[in-house]
């Protein structure tokens, strides 16, 4: 016969036994609904990344078309013909660009991988490539601050505005993207969470792209938005050609940062790699 405390231990065998049962199936649940809710955010993340190169590809054709058959920026470009309302598919280009940059940043804080703000500003403060780089940002939304104010327009306002914001937001990207590992090593998470990884960098790599050649065929031509509508002395005329082959080389340093970013090594930091802007820039002035 069994005595009470034979039932008794029984008893709370049983019961620690059902308790880790349930314990397992909850945390089943959960798994299967943060799965669930994460492959839908991906999905979601996905359509956004197509919908990101069709709206590049059609500011591409945009941008391409005024610059070989009127020689002007898009600001003042008229008489296009490939698509509708061009400008208002501009905005839409650059709004999607700013917000896939905070979504860039705010991944971030997200990952274990992630160093902190304290650890970042200590290590960017010390790279002679971050200074220079910040030189780039500064003298790029200066000509973009003053393109906005010789605007008239609303929508070409707007597009100066997006366009400071996209600098802005894709330095951020850039700098505190060089002190995060690829996820490709990572044994947590989703398969597709890098193929979603290495999309973006195409889609940062190949819109950089465009602009520096964009950038550097107008600086190259002196060409500008505000060339054919007002008349200017030389010394200022020059000036808008630093202004805009600075901005060539900007896109540049971008677009090389996301190329090397494809292909990094762990534990790379790719900001001290050395870059030819001023070599570019050179190039432009002489």
Same mark, same amino acid.
């Given at each position: 016969?069994? $005595?009470?405390?034979?039932?008794?231990?029984?008893?709370?065998?049983?019961?620690? !036994? @059902?308790? $880790?049962?349930? =314990?397992?199936?909850?945390?089943?649940?959960?798994?299967?609904? /943060?799965?669930?809710?994460?492959?839908?955010?991906?999905?979601?993340?996905?359509?956004?990344?197509? #919908?990101?190169?069709?709206?590049?590809?059609?500011?591409?054709?945009?941008?391409?078309?005024?610059?070989?058959?009127?020689?002007?920026?898009?600001?003042?470009?008229?008489?296009?013909?490939?698509?509708?309302?061009?400008?208002?598919?501009?905005?839409?280009?650059?709004?999607?660009?700013?917000?896939?940059?905070?979504?860039? *940043?705010?991944?971030?804080? @997200?990952?274990?991988?992630?160093?902190?703000?304290?650890?970042?500003?200590?290590?960017?403060?010390?790279?002679?490539?971050? #200074?220079?780089?910040?030189?780039?940002?500064?003298?790029?939304?200066?000509?973009? %601050?003053?393109?906005?104010?010789? !605007?008239?327009?609303? !929508?070409?306002?707007?597009? =100066?505005?997006?366009?400071? *914001?996209?600098?802005? /937001?894709?330095?951020?990207?850039?700098?505190? +993207?060089?002190?995060?590992?690829?996820?490709?090593?990572?044994?947590?998470?989703?398969?597709?969470?890098?193929?979603?990884?290495?999309?973006?960098?195409?889609?940062?790599?190949?819109?950089?792209?465009?602009?520096?050649?964009?950038?550097?065929?107008?600086?190259?031509?002196?060409? /500008?938005?505000?060339?054919?509508?007002?008349?200017?002395?030389?010394?200022?005329?020059?000036?808008?050609?630093?202004?805009?082959?600075?901005?060539?080389?900007?896109?540049?340093?971008?677009?090389?940062?996301? +190329?090397?970013? %494809?292909?990094?090594?762990?534990? !790379?930091?790719?900001?001290?790699?050395? /870059?030819? #802007?001023?070599?570019?820039?050179? *190039?432009?002035?002489?």
């Amino acid at each position: 016969m069994p $005595t009470s405390e034979e039932e008794e231990e029984t008893r709370r065998s049983r019961d620690a !036994e @059902k308790a $880790t049962k349930n =314990e397992l199936e909850r945390s089943s649940q959960h798994s299967g609904f /943060t799965l669930n809710r994460g492959c839908i955010l991906v999905a979601a993340y996905f359509v956004f990344l197509l #919908w990101r190169f069709i709206s590049l590809a059609l500011y591409s054709i945009y941008a391409t078309d005024c610059f070989l058959r009127a020689k002007l920026a898009t600001l003042r470009c008229e008489n296009f013909t490939v698509y509708p309302n061009p400008t208002r598919f501009e905005i839409a280009w650059q709004m999607c660009s700013a917000v896939n940059n905070f979504i860039a *940043i705010g991944i971030l804080f @997200k990952l274990p991988e992630f160093p902190g703000w304290d650890v970042v500003t200590a290590s960017l403060v010390r790279l002679a490539r971050f #200074w220079s780089f910040l030189f780039q940002l500064v003298v790029v939304i200066t000509y973009n %601050l003053m393109l906005y104010w010789h !605007e008239h327009l609303a !929508e070409s306002a707007i597009i =100066e505005v997006g366009f400071i *914001i996209d600098e802005i /937001t894709i330095t951020a990207v850039v700098c505190l +993207w060089n002190f995060v590992p690829a996820p490709h090593n990572r044994s947590d998470g989703f398969a597709c969470l890098s193929v979603a990884y290495k999309m973006t960098l195409v889609v940062f790599f190949l819109e950089n792209f465009f602009l520096f050649l964009l950038m550097s065929s107008q600086a190259a031509l002196d060409i /500008t938005g505000i060339h054919e509508f007002e008349t200017r002395s030389k010394g200022l005329q020059a000036l808008g050609i630093v202004f805009n082959a600075t901005e060539a080389t900007f896109y540049f340093a971008v677009m090389k940062f996301m +190329w090397n970013k %494809l292909f990094e090594r762990d534990g !790379e930091d790719l900001m001290q790699k050395g /870059t030819i #802007w001023p070599k570019v820039l050179l *190039i432009f002035l002489l």
